[in-house]
């Protein structure tokens, strides 16, 4: 089995757990921005007959999960029509588009449904991601149709940060409804009694925000506001400014996916958050948890 991917330290990582060599991707972009990664092979036999693993992930802070798209599917059917891998598995530890998993408003594409039939196009054998957000689809398999889809937990990795930190009676909450099942995760993964929800609604058009406070004792307590995704961050931020007008001592903004649009990190930090915990499965400098034990694992099950 074989490795590929940037040489950056998720799959440095990877890499030791699968105990591989990594083989290099050069991401390179041209200067009106299409992209043109290159697999950095010596010969052109390197990857033939190969099991190989393509581990790319998109970048944090500019809107770019268009390119990194490109750069996955680009990638995945050169290594499988022109290096003649024999099996080629995809981490993608954060999907774009997989929150347009529904037509909310006539018209509307089901995004996911053909991103999964470009992948199948692409050679892709097996994704795997984490913490996905398909919540109106059955799941990876509704997505990936014949692909396999594996979508490990990315919750885990933030319990792991979370518990090592000095909280004071740590109390889980997600920002609305959906996200329970994190604050339910994290608190079990956590060994945290509480856990609870706000409730949110958006407005499709504007994009408005309203967050709805709980009747909950925070007194004395950290909150934790726990959520999959923080791209504007407005979702993220109201949570927070709610928690400490519910009486929270600190609060903890904690989050898989650092999508995190120009602008969305001061929004959390202004609305009162004490600290930021976020995993790796966005290129962001600021990542403190990591999902590689996840992934590596659910490599080797699907190999
Ligand atoms: C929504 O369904 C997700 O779970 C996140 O809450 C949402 O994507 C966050 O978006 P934003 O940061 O733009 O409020």
Do not use: C
């Amino acid at each position: 089995m074989k490795l590929v991917g940037p040489a950056d330290g998720f799959n440095m990582a990877l890499a030791e757990r699968l105990e591989t060599e990594l083989v290099e991707v050069d991401r390179r972009v041209f200067p009106d921005g299409e992209v043109s990664p290159r697999v950095v092979i010596r010969e052109e036999e390197d990857l033939r007959g190969e099991q190989v693993v393509l581990s790319m992930r998109m970048r944090a802070g500019e809107v770019r999960p268009n390119a990194y798209l490109a750069e996955v599917l680009f990638t995945a059917f050169n290594l499988k029509v022109h290096l003649g891998a024999e099996e080629v598995v995809v981490v993608m530890p954060y999907l774009p588009y997989a929150r347009q998993d529904a037509i909310f408003r006539p018209g509307e594409p089901l995004s996911p449904l053909y991103l999964g039939r470009m992948m199948e196009a692409a050679g892709v054998d097996a994704v795997i991601s984490a913490t996905v957000h398909l919540h109106r689809m059955g799941g990876m398999g509704e997505m990936l149709g014949e692909i396999r889809g594996i979508n490990v937990s990315g919750v885990a990795g933030l319990a792991r940060i979370l518990s090592s930190m000095e909280l004071r009676d740590p109390f889980p909450l997600g920002p609305d409804d959906e996200a329970i099942q994190w604050a339910k995760e994290l608190a079990s993964e956590a060994g945290w009694r509480d856990y609870a929800s706000f409730k949110k609604s958006r407005d499709l058009e504007t994009g408005e925000i309203v967050t709805e406070e709980v009747d909950l004792d925070l007194e004395g307590r950290t909150a934790v506001v726990v959520d999959d995704i923080v791209s504007t961050g407005g979702t993220m931020a109201n949570a927070v400014a709610a928690a400490r007008r519910m009486g929270a001592s600190s609060v903890v903004a904690a989050f898989v996916h650092p999508v995190l649009v120009p602008g969305s990190l001061d929004r959390i930090l202004g609305a009162g958050a004490d600290a930021v915990v976020a995993s790796d499965t966005i290129e962001w400098v600021g990542s403190r948890a990591t999902v590689v034990p996840e992934v590596a694992d659910a490599v080797d099950r699907v190999m």
